[in-house]
């Protein structure tokens, strides 16, 4: 995907600022709670991580050493050429590690036959997200000081998304000697258990960290045992990447509380970084604004609703819009409250061949530009703030979602334009 220079730079500058910002959202337990309080009548997900970080609260449970492994996805709208925020993951931002795989890819093609092109390899921007990650992951380890545990990654009973995981083990065992086990929220529950002093052991190891690559969807939570195993991870004094408050911070509802005006100055001092964050949000509006709903009714295609989801393919477009939110305004009380409006972001189309199951095809196509963030605090000390790397995913312009997992997009690069 070809981007101007200028807005690569904004999204750049932008990670840190995000990144602090979820760590200060965060520890005001109250807006999380209030903010979500009409929401969680209606959805049981919501509600069900309410209650956990609820009982967090009332035992006073600090997290002393913090670690947001974040990614802030953004398009650039044709119309108005500005570069707008979609969302902000704080659980489980996936495609580390096979999108750096994919920039070394497209800069090593360019290298050999890019003068046929008229292309410039330099203008592919490095992308060492997966080692990045880790090493955020490896820090974290280091401040817990326990040279004996291990990190526990979190993964679905059976992952599809293996091989970008492996790449973070791969380098958080090669380059830093730290050893990475991967289980599910139920082996969790039936294999671990928390000490008196609060330290997790899972099938007899201590566990430092725990990574989350699953526990962001209401189908990760089939019994009550995985809810069980999230209690239990929350309860001890494992580092947790992320906590149920910054799981909290990511949900859409936030996002939209964020961008109404006044709030972000709540949990910011600084009026440049303020100014620059308030200049990326999309139009984003809660459902108790008759006067926005009315006008997504009449004009549903230039609004997306979006319920308190991740994981892609779960959003509603177009003609959709308007049924839904009749059938939700039919339904009366606070059904509205599972969703969000957000002003649709409209990307120019531009031709691109796009290789799926080892075939390709010529499509027009749209993109989507992800930037990581990582961020460690231990008490009062900040020790990593930084943008990470970047996720480059292009679909199929006709396609509404854009989840690569998903099965909507595919993996790609980013090119750098001077305009």
């Given at each position: 995907?070809?981007?101007?220079?200028?807005?690569?730079?904004?999204?750049?500058?932008?990670?840190?600022?995000?990144?602090?910002?979820?760590?200060?959202?965060?520890?005001?337990?109250?807006?999380?709670?209030?903010?979500?309080?009409?929401?969680?009548?209606?959805?049981?997900?919501?509600?069900?991580?309410?209650?956990?970080?609820?009982?967090?609260?009332?035992?006073?449970?600090?997290?002393?050493?913090?670690?947001?492994?974040?990614?802030?996805?953004?398009?650039?709208?044709?119309?108005?050429?500005?570069?707008?925020?979609?969302?902000?993951?704080?659980?489980?931002?996936?495609?580390?590690?096979?999108?750096?795989?994919?920039?070394?890819?497209?800069?090593?093609?360019?290298?050999?036959?890019?003068?046929?092109?008229?292309?410039?390899?330099?203008?592919?921007?490095?992308?060492?997200?997966?080692?990045?990650?880790?090493?955020?992951?490896?820090?974290?380890?280091?401040?817990?000081?326990?040279?004996?545990?291990?990190?526990?990654?979190?993964?679905?009973?059976?992952?599809?998304?293996?091989?970008?995981?492996?790449?973070?083990?791969?380098?958080?065992?090669?380059?830093?000697?730290?050893?990475?086990?991967?289980?599910?929220?139920?082996?969790?529950?039936?294999?671990?258990?928390?000490l008196p002093d609060g330290t997790l052991i899972i099938?007899?190891?201590?566990?430092?960290?725990?990574?989350?690559?699953?526990?962001?969807?209401?189908?990760?939570?089939?019994?009550?045992?995985?809810?069980?195993?999230?209690?239990?991870?929350?309860?001890?004094?494992?580092?947790?990447?992320?906590?149920?408050?910054?799981?909290?911070?990511?949900?859409?509802?936030?996002?939209?509380?964020?961008?109404?005006?006044?709030?972000?100055?709540?949990?910011?001092?600084?009026?440049?970084?303020?100014?620059?964050?308030?200049?990326?949000?999309?139009?984003?509006?809660?459902?108790?604004?008759?006067?926005?709903?009315?006008?997504?009714?009449?004009?549903?295609?230039?609004?997306?609703?979006?319920?308190?989801?991740?994981?892609?393919?779960?959003?509603?477009?177009g003609l959709d819009v308007r049924e839904t939110l009749?059938?939700?305004?039919?339904?009366?009380?606070?059904?509205?409250?599972?969703?969000?409006?957000?002003?649709?972001?409209?990307?120019?189309?531009?031709?691109?061949?796009?290789?799926?199951?080892?075939?390709?095809?010529?499509?027009?196509?749209?993109?989507?530009?992800?930037?990581?963030?990582?961020?460690?605090?231990?008490?009062?000390?900040?020790?990593m703030n930084d943008q990470s790397g970047y996720l480059?995913?292009?679909?199929?312009?006709?396609?509404?979602?854009?989840?690569?997992?998903?099965?909507?997009?595919?993996?790609?690069?980013?090119?750098?334009?001077?305009?």
């Amino acid at each position: 995907m070809h981007l101007p220079e200028s807005c690569w730079r904004q999204a750049c500058e932008l990670a840190p600022i995000f990144n602090e910002l979820v760590d200060r959202v965060s520890l005001d337990g109250d807006f999380l709670q209030d903010s979500l309080s009409k929401t969680k009548k209606v959805d049981d997900f919501t509600s069900r991580l309410l209650e956990i970080h609820r009982k967090m609260m009332e035992i006073n449970k600090e997290e002393n050493i913090r670690l947001g492994l974040h990614r802030s996805d953004y398009m650039l709208d044709s119309e108005t050429g500005s570069l707008l925020q979609i969302e902000l993951n704080t659980i489980s931002a996936s495609f580390p590690g096979l999108g750096s795989l994919v920039s070394e890819l497209h800069r090593t093609l360019i290298n050999q036959y890019g003068k046929l092109f008229c292309l410039d390899s330099k203008r592919i921007p490095g992308n060492a997200a997966s080692s990045r990650f880790a090493e955020a992951l490896a820090r974290a380890w280091h401040e817990f000081n326990v040279d004996s545990a291990v990190i526990m990654m979190i993964v679905q009973p059976e992952e599809r998304n293996m091989y970008d995981q492996y790449w973070l083990a791969k380098h958080l065992k090669e380059s830093h000697g730290i050893t990475t086990i991967r289980k599910t929220l139920s082996e969790v529950e039936a294999e671990g258990h928390v000490l008196p002093d609060g330290t997790l052991i899972i099938d007899g190891r201590t566990v430092s960290l725990v990574y989350f690559r699953a526990g962001y969807t209401p189908n990760d939570y089939p019994s009550e045992a995985e809810w069980n195993a999230r209690l239990l991870i929350e309860q001890s004094s494992a580092v947790k990447c992320p906590s149920i408050s910054y799981h909290l911070v990511g949900t859409k509802k936030i996002q939209q509380e964020l961008a109404k005006p006044n709030i972000l100055e709540r949990f910011l001092e600084n009026k440049e970084q303020i100014a620059k964050i308030c200049k990326c949000f999309a139009g984003l509006w809660s459902l108790d604004d008759e006067e926005i709903v009315k006008s997504a009714i009449q004009n549903p295609e230039l609004f997306v609703l979006k319920p308190q989801r991740e994981g892609g393919g779960n959003n509603i477009y177009g003609l959709d819009v308007r049924e839904t939110l009749i059938k939700l305004q039919k339904e009366g009380g606070d059904a509205l409250a599972a969703y969000i409006l957000m002003q649709r972001i409209f990307p120019k189309a531009s031709l691109a061949n796009l290789v799926r199951g080892g075939a390709c095809h010529e499509a027009l196509t749209i993109s989507e530009l992800g930037i990581y963030g990582a961020y460690l605090r231990n008490k009062d000390k900040v020790l990593m703030n930084d943008q990470s790397g970047y996720l480059m995913r292009t679909k199929v312009s006709s396609s509404d979602e854009g989840g690569v997992a998903a099965g909507f997009a595919v993996l790609d690069s980013l090119y750098l334009t001077d305009k």
